[in-house]
């Protein structure tokens, strides 16, 4: 293996920083240079000629490399040669042992320069063995002309994206979500390397959003989240205002709310436990990632007060149970304390909890406090510890289930699980509470969220026109 000199690391070094490329993707393209120059000069290529790419991508091939390290290699020799051409002059060749010698011996390498002129060239910049020189010294071809370079890895950037997320305890729904987005803009840009992206290709981007795909507005503003948070926080830059957007028109939206008769309806065709998650989705407000991940210490029955914590945003909130269904939830929990019992003596390993709760906390798994209260079915197997663990009811079950009881009811709106909460916020305000003290219940950041609701209702304000002096 070939020894490249400090003084070719340093150009090609300044060459990668002018052209943008990540700093912690340094030693990976000059790794990738020094394997290339060695192969050129073990299989008497020319490393300043293009047509020497292509078959070193097949050795590499051949070494049983993956795509994306294949995809870097390209990429490093690309960048090589873009260094070569702004220089006019390719790499600063090979010398041998007391010396100056080029990949090709004592014999210069013969260039042209743009006049046609001969140029030759003698610069020590690899060291290597004494190597065969070839019968006639290479003709260098012309300078790479400067297009984009396209189909590199982000292979670094996403792993850096879910770090940044993870250590923000963002929900791992926000991580496939943004990854999601990510991956489309990579897909848009034809995997252009990541240091070179610009506000002009966000902007681009966001309108074919709009205009080729004709997407909402609201999935236009995730969109444009999610590669914020990738250029700040991953790509460390800021792309400023992202003026020019051709931006998806914001319809109003009003939510679907059902009445206390058909919510009854519903419940008529629901089955345990399903019945009882969506009357606490009601009679709580809860979302349903809320309502599923309840544990048994989350409930005050004595006081008669449910605790939602880490609720979106991380937010914990306090919110009154209703007394209708207390003999409903009383009957659960023991349900739960056989259940419990029959994994214990199973030698179940626990639930599974957030976070590093279960490093801070030992035995917290397979303490009934901290017990699901809407557990799943069966116990999942984790492959790796090679045990088995109990997981809360899924929302997808959940959610089949409310569909189809949607169904056999007849009920002609589109019901989801979170109309259950637009129907405990939109009741409320029926009855005259107060919409800060909605807010509070709903977990709202903002009291404008919360504002939706006055849409649902139907005003009761006197709206005739007539003077102050005519009250009576």
Not at 157 to 175: A, C, F, N
Not at 250 to 274: D, F
Request: proline share 5%; with cysteine; aromatic share 10%.
């Amino acid at each position: 293996m070939i020894t490249v000199s400090p003084e070719l690391h340093g150009r090609f070094e300044k060459h990668m920083r002018e052209k943008g490329v990540p700093k912690t993707l340094w030693w990976q393209y000059k790794k990738w240079l020094r394997y290339y120059l060695d192969f050129c000069q073990k299989y008497d290529f020319a490393s300043e000629q293009t047509d020497s790419l292509p078959r070193f991508l097949r050795k590499l091939e051949e070494k049983k490399q993956t795509t994306l390290q294949q995809e870097q290699a390209a990429d490093a020799v690309k960048l090589y040669y873009g260094m070569a051409a702004v220089s006019r002059c390719l790499p600063r060749q090979l010398k041998g042992t007391g010396s100056l010698e080029n990949a090709y011996g004592k014999r210069p390498i013969a260039i042209s320069d743009s006049a046609g002129r001969s140029l030759s060239v003698r610069d020590p910049a690899i060291s290597y063995t004494t190597r065969k020189p070839p019968a006639d010294p290479p003709v260098v071809s012309a300078p790479v002309s400067d297009k984009p370079v396209t189909g590199t890895s982000w292979r670094d950037q996403y792993t850096r994206l879910s770090s940044e997320i993870q250590v923000r305890h963002y929900s791992p729904k926000t991580l496939r979500t943004y990854n999601g987005w990510v991956r489309k803009f990579q897909t848009f840009t034809r995997s252009k390397p990541a240091g070179l992206l610009s506000a002009d290709d966000v902007k681009q981007f966001l309108t074919s959003l709009a205009v080729k795909y004709n997407v909402a507005s609201s999935t236009q503003n995730q969109a444009f989240n999610a590669l914020l948070f990738f250029f700040r926080h991953v790509l460390q830059k800021e792309f400023g205002k992202v003026e020019g957007v051709v931006r998806a028109k914001r319809k109003p939206y009003i939510p679907v709310v059902l009445s206390r008769e058909e919510i009854n309806a519903i419940l008529t065709h629901l089955s345990p436990p399903y019945d009882l998650v969506v009357k606490l989705l009601y009679g709580c407000g809860l979302r349903l990632s809320e309502c599923v991940q309840l544990r048994v210490h989350c409930f005050n029955f004595d006081a008669g007060v449910l605790t939602v914590h880490d609720g979106k945003g991380q937010k914990d909130r306090t919110i009154p149970l209703p007394e209708t269904i207390l003999p409903e939830l009383k009957v659960q929990l023991e349900s739960l304390k056989h259940l419990f019992q029959r994994d214990l003596d199973r030698k179940f390993s626990g639930v599974f909890l957030m976070n590093m709760l279960e490093k801070k906390y030992k035995n917290a798994a397979k303490q009934f406090i901290w017990q699901w209260f809407f557990p799943a079915k069966q116990l999942t197997y984790v492959k790796d510890a090679g045990e088995y663990r109990r997981y809360h009811l899924h929302e997808t079950h959940v959610q089949k289930a409310i569909k189809m009881a949607v169904g056999k009811a007849g009920i002609c709106k589109r019901a989801s699980a979170h109309t259950f909460r637009h129907s405990f916020a939109s009741h409320l305000l029926q009855k005259n509470y107060d919409i800060r003290t909605i807010q509070e219940l709903l977990g709202h950041s903002d009291v404008r969220t919360t504002m939706i609701y006055t849409h649902t209702v139907k005003s009761v304000t006197i709206k005739e026109a007539k003077s102050p002096l005519d009250f009576s």
